[in-house]
């Protein structure tokens, strides 16, 4: 299980999840699931279109991702976002499959890009995995303050004269690199999978940020771990594990809320424990309900 | 005339029985997809209704690997989809946003599953292809009946629950407060969507089915704030951009570079993003010309305050 090509899988299969653990737990923060889910697979009508042209994967696949991200930051400043993102899902989708009835071969390329191929990773494919994810931790790094005040409180991000959309652009472009970084490696629905399910299930078991962004990125780290090692054993695919794995990781998190409640013996309507430090997450609501 | 009407319709379009049955179910289709569209955009559940296109194709691979007809596959795992996500979701967007996130993922884990498994036990890699994006040429006309059945299901579910959808969608307290049950409500839309995404899904590919049932919706409330109008004219472009759509990929079969067709799915999408940029740009000059007042209240309520029921309610994540 550790030797030769393993080695890489391993290797590339845990930067990807500490970067999805960190930049998933803003995605959640501020309500963007959505967007998690429509930039890796716009992403990857660019891959499609650059195969068929001949250029690198990775060059469309960072294009598509970077104008799909633009896209919806610009049209979501003044339409509805979710709609906003679904249109520019469904666009550039419709350009993949137009890219895909030009070209000749496609279908195992096809699902490799969606679900990934963790298990065939070269050591260029290492080198820039770890380059990108370098850089979207030092943005998020960056952006920490204003990135969360935005997320949990954007009035007052605003009166303390933060330029909301400016943030959720920028914030749109971090998920546009992470996309690029991870997409080739690991697939367009596993990335969304680990950005949603992990810090949604940290979420769950803490309110102070720093330490949810930590469970995240543990939580993240240990999904995919699972999920290689029971692919490696039973030939399953990765992206079903990561996938189930998530959703129970999700599901526990819940319970554990459920039990604190029932044995602290307050009924609290927001679904969150109202028993820890008030912190600033805590005080303005953490789960997306300013007070 | 008659040399501009045969290069517009390459001959053999209205003669051709694929054709036919595209315009037939896309149209209808397309229909009931804008119509159920416009509760979905005006709810913010967009992000809901393109998951449970993706789930039913979960379904669809099921359906596929034990051999059973693809439509139930597709109904099946929509509504169960949205059943774990009305189980999951809070009541409030960020909440639900992340349950549907939750469900998403694993369905699309399920998904991989059994396209693995269809792939490796009957070797057939084109299915994944078929399933993902789906093809409007290659509906049995024998399904039609079935289609029109769950079609009138779906239409009736949203006509029913016409207001409280609505009322609802403003303000659950209001809502609660008048006495409208908001969970069922809002279960039951869910129903309806997982219902109209499936058959979308089954007929015209999970790209389009996303595309049918938010693109019109969402360009016709750009249009106006009047849900009844909204959905007149939702209807109008559903059907408009299926229809234009499929005679543009009919004539693209004498198009380069591969000559043998461009995809539908391209050519409704492409319409459907320009319709919606018309109307986004229809709409910013006549707020313009209203001027800064409308401008301001245009995000917010009481834009068609006086009417039965209370305006629609702030576009979530603008600002």
Redesign the interface.
């Known amino acids: 299980m550790f030797s030769g090509f393993m080695v890489n899988a391993w290797i590339v299969a845990t930067m990807v999840a500490v970067v999805a653990g960190i930049i998933g737990f803003f995605t959640v923060l501020r309500g963007s699931a959505f967007v998690a889910h429509a930039v890796p697979q716009a992403g990857f009508a660019g891959a499609a279109g650059a195969s068929l042209i001949g250029v690198s994967t990775l060059a469309g696949l960072g294009t598509f991702a970077a104008i799909s991200a633009l896209s919806i930051g610009f049209l979501g400043k003044r339409g509805r976002h979710d709609a906003v993102t679904a249109l520019t899902l469904v666009f550039m989708l419709g350009l993949g499959a137009l890219f895909l009835s030009w070209s000749e071969e496609y279908a195992s390329a096809i699902y490799a890009l969606l679900f990934g191929e963790v298990l065939g990773v070269s050591s260029n494919q290492v080198l820039a995995t770890a380059a990108l994810g370098v850089v979207c931790i030092a943005a998020v790094v960056i952006l920490y303050r204003p990135l969360l005040l935005t997320s949990v409180v954007p009035e007052m991000a605003e009166a303390r004269g933060v330029r909301t959309h400016r943030m959720e652009l920028c914030f749109l472009v971090v998920v546009a690199l992470v996309t690029t970084m991870s997409v080739p490696v690991v697939g367009a629905l596993l990335m969304f999978s680990l950005m949603v399910g992990a810090p949604g299930a940290a979420r769950s078991f803490t309110d102070k940020p720093l330490s949810a962004l930590s469970l995240s990125v543990g939580i993240s780290v240990a999904i995919v771990w699972t999920a290689i090692a029971a692919s490696y054993e039973t030939d399953w695919p990765v992206g079903f594990f990561v996938g189930v794995l998530g959703a129970v990781f999700f599901i526990a998190g819940r319970g554990w809320v459920a039990w604190r409640r029932s044995a602290a013996g307050r009924v609290d309507s927001t679904g969150h424990l109202a028993t820890g430090p008030m912190q600033l997450a805590t005080a303005t609501g953490m789960n997306g309900e300013p007070t | 005339m008659d040399a501009v009407l045969t290069s517009i319709f390459e001959p053999g379009f209205f003669t051709s029985e694929p054709v036919r049955v595209a315009v037939v179910v896309g149209g209808a289709v397309s229909l009931v997809s804008a119509v159920v569209g416009v509760f979905t955009?005006i709810r913010?559940?967009?992000?809901a209704?393109?998951?449970l296109g993706d789930l039913g194709t979960t379904g669809g691979a099921g359906a596929f690997l034990v051999g059973a007809n693809p439509l139930w596959g597709f109904v099946t795992f929509a509504i169960i989809g949205a059943g774990a996500m009305e189980l999951?979701g809070?009541r409030?967007?960020?909440?639900r946003?992340?349950a549907?996130?939750?469900?998403?993922?694993?369905?699309?884990?399920?998904?991989?599953?059994f396209?693995?498994l269809g792939?490796t036990q009957s070797n057939t890699?084109?299915a994944?292809?078929t399933i993902?994006?789906g093809s409007m040429f290659v509906i049995r006309a024998s399904m039609i009946p079935v289609f029109a059945l769950l079609s009138v299901l779906a239409l009736a579910v949203v006509a029913l629950l016409y207001r409280p959808l609505l009322l609802s969608a403003v303000s659950q307290d209001i809502a609660s407060a008048r006495g409208v049950p908001v969970r069922v409500v809002g279960a039951l839309h869910l129903l309806a969507m997982a219902v109209a995404v499936s058959l979308s899904c089954v007929t015209i590919g999970a790209?389009?089915s996303?595309?049918v049932?938010?693109?019109p919706?969402?360009a016709a409330?750009?249009l106006t704030k009047r849900p009844g109008l909204a959905i007149a004219w939702a209807a109008v472009i559903g059907l408009a951009v299926t229809w234009l759509g499929i005679l543009l990929a009919y004539d693209s079969y004498y198009w380069p570079?591969?000559g043998?067709?461009?995809?539908v799915?391209?050519f409704?999408?492409?319409l459907?993003?320009v319709v919606?940029l018309l109307a986004?740009l229809a709409n910013?000059q006549k707020a313009r010309r209203a001027g800064p007042r409308a401008i301001a209240s245009d995000k917010g309520p009481g834009v068609v305050a006086g009417r039965a029921w209370p305006s629609l309610p702030p576009?979530?994540?603008?600002?």
């Open positions: 955009v913010g559940q967009s992000f209704g393109h998951s999951f809070a409030r967007p960020r909440g946003d992340m549907t996130g939750i469900v998403l993922g694993a369905g699309l884990g399920i998904a991989a599953l396209l693995y792939t890699t084109g994944t292809i993902l994006f790209i389009l996303t595309a049932l938010i693109g919706a969402a409330l750009r570079p591969a043998r067709g461009w995809p799915s391209f409704v999408v492409a459907i993003l919606y986004d910013g576009e979530p994540g603008a600002e």
